[in-house]
């Protein structure tokens, strides 16, 4: 599926919180006074938070400056945004080393809250965008580069010119062949689950990381193992302890439903952990330096 453009990428946030009245006001105001093309923005993500609270849907997040924004709007307080379940593809960003900030559109009258005046709420807002300016010059003075080309997002080319992927900052790309890419691969589309890197005792592998059609693959958040097994539970060959590593981008889906193949790091073979029905995989890299294959 090729990139939305930034367009549509923009009203599209905006559609999603468009029966949200309050969430719209604060987001809006807060986007538009803050003008910067440079700050990445994305409405209603599901994030892994600091402190393992577990999934999480930030109202507002901003991935190049690792922050996110709750927006309480009172009714249920902060239990609204934790999640016991989510769409079993969806794409959820690390989010363990972000900051949060709060802006709550309601004070408290006895037993009862009420909606703040907009004068209060404003100030609120207005030191919120001052706060993400000073943030990104904070982290632009200790030699980060923060930008927005929303159409080099999920090309194979960003990633080669950084020469280094780290999990921590999210890479996704939106098909198996920009993956292979990174790898230097210069085929056409690759459709297959697992590829083969010449010269390296390598493969990259594209898991599903919920049930499917013969597998299961699952991703467990505390440790970063998958565990694999047949979905009818019968054994199949245990991989081996000198196995390729696995560098490992599984199958999601964005905010907008895009297809994407999330960077989730290297794994091997734990043997220790497993026997013919399960087999288990350890990750042992969060990061890879791409220039080895070029």
């Not at 904070?138 to 997002?153: A, C, D, H, M």
Request: proline content about 5%.
């Amino acid at each position: 599926m090729p990139s939305i453009s930034k367009e549509t990428y923009v009203t599209r946030n905006f559609q999603k919180i468009s029966g949200k009245r309050w969430e719209l006001y604060v987001i809006t105001r807060v986007i538009h006074l803050l003008n910067d093309p440079d700050i990445e923005y994305v409405c209603q993500q599901y994030i892994k938070p600091p402190k393992n609270e577990g999934h999480y849907l930030a109202d507002l997040a901003f991935p190049s400056l690792r922050l996110y924004l709750e927006i309480d709007e009172g009714q249920h307080g902060n239990q609204d945004h934790k999640l016991s379940d989510i769409k079993r593809d969806a794409e959820i960003l690390e989010a363990t080393d972000w900051q949060c900030q709060r802006i709550a559109i309601f004070v408290e009258q006895g037993n009862t809250k009420v909606d703040k005046k907009l004068e209060v709420l404003n100030k609120e807002i207005d030191d919120f965008v001052q706060y993400i300016r000073n943030r990104k010059q904070n982290l632009i003075s200790q030699g980060n580069s923060i930008s927005w080309n929303y159409e080099e997002k999920y090309l194979p080319e960003t990633f080669i010119k950084q020469q280094i992927i780290n999990v921590k900052d999210n890479v996704a790309l939106l098909n198996h062949r920009d993956v292979l890419r990174l790898f230097g691969y210069t085929k056409g589309h690759y459709q297959r689950a697992v590829w083969t890197i010449d010269n390296f005792h390598e493969i990259v592998w594209f898991p599903k990381l919920y049930p499917n059609a013969d597998w299961v693959n699952e991703f467990n958040e505390e440790t970063g193992s998958i565990l694999q097994f047949r979905k009818d539970k019968t054994p199949h060959p245990m991989p081996a302890e000198d196995d390729p590593e696995r560098i490992v981008f599984a199958h999601q889906k964005n905010t907008f439903g895009q297809t994407l193949y999330k960077f989730y790091g290297v794994y091997a073979p734990d043997i220790s952990m497993s026997d013919p029905v399960n087999h288990y995989f350890k990750r042992i890299k969060t990061s890879i330096d791409l220039k080895k294959y070029f």
